[in-house]
């Protein structure tokens, strides 16, 4: 094999670390795309659950009863919001309580609420909660929404999320995701 004098001879060690390196910058650079692009868990310790916001929600407010998420800015025809609540539950039946959230009259800036059956969902960790979707009008913009409880040691964790109508489709899968990452951790 000839050599050339503008290319230098390498030998098949530093040839494979030069490779290896090229491979390591490039997945570090991947990796901090796939980061930015995968939502952190949310903690709120206080309140005893996480859950996974849907992608690029990031404005949250916490306190020891719960923690309302969100986009940083809200859409312009709609709302999109999680709010995660913890109490005390006398009974451990989610389809129950859930009948009962649905049975109630709408009030405030609610208008024309309409509840779909509620269906068993199953958490990532494998425990069992019930969903139920909706629809409603909310200060004169439609909107769509799920409510999922589940019920753990003598207590309910309700997740209510609502999001532009228009949206609903295009952000189901993603909204179905962070529903089912929820943790109870006490």
């Not at 310790?45 to 990031?58: K, L, N, Q, S, V």
């Not at 958490?123 to 909107?143: I, P």
């Amino acid at each position: 094999m000839s050599s050339s004098p503008w290319l230098p001879q390498l030998s098949w060690r530093t040839a494979t670390a030069a490779l290896l390196a090229v491979a390591a910058l490039i997945a570090w650079g991947l990796g901090d795309e796939l980061a930015a692009r995968v939502p952190a868990e949310h903690v709120n310790g206080t309140a005893g659950f996480a859950i996974t916001p849907p992608a690029g929600w990031t404005s949250r407010t916490d306190d020891a009863e719960g923690s309302r998420i969100g986009p940083p800015e809200q859409p312009e025809q709609g709302f999109a919001w999680m709010v995660v609540t913890t109490r005390f539950a006398a009974g451990d039946s989610a389809s129950l309580l859930l009948t009962e959230i649905m049975a109630r009259e709408a009030g405030g800036p609610i208008r024309d609420l309409r509840w779909f059956p509620p269906r068993p969902f199953t958490l990532a960790d494998g425990s069992e909660a019930v969903l139920a979707e909706f629809d409603q009008r909310m200060h004169g913009r439609k909107v769509s929404g799920w409510t999922l409880i589940t019920v753990r040691n003598a207590r309910m964790i309700q997740v209510s999320l609502v999001a532009p109508e228009y949206a609903r489709e295009a952000w189901v899968e993603g909204i179905e995701a962070s529903l089912r990452s929820l943790r109870v951790l006490r």
